[in-house]
């Protein structure tokens, strides 16, 4: 960190007993799309509100403090975000990605490569042999997706970074999955972050949008010029929102991993689960990288259940846990990655990548872990499969997700 105070305590304090105006203590929401110049030769430090927002400042700051940055963008999605940097490469560049990254990143990538904006190569950045061969291809930046959705698997951040920088590559990584409080890329030589803030930096399943945190101030620079130009700023109400999310972000994933970790316990002994994905597990491949690079293994597990389950049936019976596509909130979810979240990608790209359909993601929120078991075990019980065609078709779940 390059603060010296703590993150609890940066959380607590960012923006608070700021306003000069009236001494209020939470921060103000500034809604207005124009300020003043009190003079036509006197721009003031805010002019216009695409190209830089008081609300918006204070989020900026206080992620860019977190993540051990110099200079912080909030844009109005995660993807927005993933886009942002993108603006970094030129026609013929290289950029690396994770073959199981996000679907939407995958269809982003994917979509303006084949616009000729560059050119994407998909590896799998958890294989030495596979990630030597890509750096081969000299790329312009490189994008770290760990732990990846939905797999869970484990990118070693230095270890990439270090060939990274042999060939003078940006390297991107989306942190999304644990937020600074569990991982900070910029730290293990990262040059930005990016987050979706939709996710556990808002925390509270009410706002849409994201983050790019750069190490240094003039690439940081260079992004906000970006974002301005391209108009990908947040909205100030939603930096208001994620601002006053994050304020409880240590205590939300505190509890919320906690009690990942007993669900993944009671699953892990059923007969019915075949393969758990969650770096907590000893067994999972990335654990020693994940216990080493991050602060806690996080509140998100996939799920593979044996033939005898109908996972169709399974979620129907599922209480507590709502069937949606996000993660990180308050709320615990529940989705099919094959058929929600990474329907973007073609199944030949997601068997690739190891997603199949019966595959289950869970994020876990703030309820109590004995429910959530509970949950999950009834709905198991009335899951079983009659018929082994229950097998998860994609067409199936989407039509009624
Ligand atoms: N990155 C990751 C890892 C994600 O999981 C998501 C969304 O699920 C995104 C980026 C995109 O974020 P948003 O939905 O806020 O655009």
């Known amino acids: 960190m390059t603060s010296a105070l703590a993150p609890e305590t940066l959380i607590a304090t960012a923006g608070v007993c700021e306003d000069s105006a009236h001494h209020s203590v939470s921060p103000p929401l500034h809604l ?3 300020y003043f110049w009190s003079d036509p030769c006197e721009k003031p430090h805010y ?3 695409r190209s830089g927002n008081p609300t918006r400042t204070q989020l900026e700051e206080a992620l860019a403090k977190l993540e051990g940055g110099a200079r912080g963008v909030i844009v109005s999605s995660g993807m927005a975000a993933v886009d942002l940097v993108l603006n970094l490469v030129d026609p013929g560049d290289v950029v690396l990605a994770p073959h199981d990254c996000y679907g939407g990143t995958h269809r982003l990538l994917t979509a303006r490569a084949k616009r000729g904006q560059f050119e994407v190569v998909y590896v799998n950045q958890g294989d030495p042999v596979a990630l030597a061969a890509a750096f081969a291809k000299t790329p312009k930046l490189v994008l770290i997706e760990t732990p990846s959705n939905p797999l869970l698997r484990i990118t070693d951040i230095a270890a990439v970074v270090a060939h990274a920088k042999a060939v003078n590559a940006i390297t991107v990584a989306d942190n999304t999955f644990l937020s600074p409080a569990l991982q900070r890329p910029l730290e293990l030589g990262c040059d930005v972050v990016i987050h979706s803030t939709t996710k556990f930096i808002n925390g509270h399943s009410d706002v849409v949008g994201g ?3 750069a190490r240094e101030a003039a690439l940081g620079e260079d992004l906000a010029w970006w974002a301005n130009c391209t108009g990908v700023t947040g909205a100030p109400f939603d930096s208001f929102m994620t601002l006053r999310g994050l304020r409880t ?3 939300r994933i505190e509890r919320q991993q906690a ?8 699953l892990t002994q059923d007969e019915r689960v075949a ?4 770096p907590g597990l000893k067994t999972h491949p990335g654990h020693d990288v994940a216990a080493r690079q991050q602060a806690g293994f996080g509140s998100m597990f996939s799920v593979e259940f044996t033939a005898e389950v109908d996972v169709l049936q399974l979620l129907r019976g599922l209480k507590i846990f709502t069937i949606a596509e996000s993660l990180g909130g308050f709320e615990s979810l529940v989705c099919v990655p094959a058929a929600m979240t990474h329907a973007a990608m073609t199944p030949e790209a997601r068997a690739t ?3 199949s359909d019966r595959l289950v993601r869970f994020s876990i929120g703030l309820e109590h872990g004995v429910d959530l078991i509970r949950d999950v075990l009834d709905a ?3 899951a079983a499969a009659d018929d082994k065609v229950a097998y998860l078709k994609h067409e199936a779940v989407g039509a009624c997700a």
């Open 32 to 34: 207005s799309a124009n």
């Open 47 to 49: 002019d216009y509100a």
């Open 211 to 213: 983050a790019v945190i």
């Open 249 to 251: 972000l240590f205590p």
């Open 259 to 266: 009690t990942a970790k007993d669900v993944v316990e009671a």
């Open 275 to 278: 393969n758990v994905f969650y």
């Open 353 to 355: 990548a190891g997603i």
């Open 380 to 382: 198991l019980d009335g």
